[in-house]
Nanobody, 117 residues
Framework: QVQLVESGGGLVQPGGSLRLSCVASGSIASIYNLGWYRQAPGNERELVASTTTGLTTNYYSDSVKGRFTISRDNAKNTVYLQMDNLKVEDTAVYLC??????????WGPGTQVTVSS
């Protein structure tokens, strides 16, 4: 089992930036994918960005490509999501997730990001 705790959400104006952090604890060695989903009210949960153990390329959804950057610090068991040029439509609960090889994802409790003027 892996436990995930997110931080860094908040209120920001359009065009602003935020950096989310997610600290993983527990069976860290079992993690295959580690990254971020988001869910806005009335919408399905959307995979935003992801890293894969052993790979150098990361995944980004089309809606955030070029604006968000995911990074992973294995020494700190932490994954970050740098979000720049934020838009109102980025408003959502952002959930850190992981999965092990061939398994469904598991999520942390989430952190709220609100983009509003």
């Amino acid at each position: 089992q892996v436990q995930l705790v997110e931080s860094g959400g908040g209120l920001v104006q359009p065009g602003g930036s935020l950096r989310l952090s997610c600290v993983a604890s527990g069976s860290i060695a079992s993690i295959y994918n580690l990254g971020w989903y988001r869910q806005a009210p009335g919408n399905e949960r959307e995979l935003v960005a992801s890293t894969t153990t052993g790979l150098t390329t990361n995944y980004y959804s089309d809606s955030v490509k070029g604006r968000f950057t995911i990074s992973r610090d294995n020494a700190k068991n932490t994954v970050y999501l740098q979000m720049d040029n934020l838009k109102v439509e980025d408003t959502a609960v952002y959930l850190c997730y992981y999965n092990t090889w061939g398994r469904a994802p598991s999520w942390g409790p989430g952190t709220q990001v609100t983009v509003s003027s």
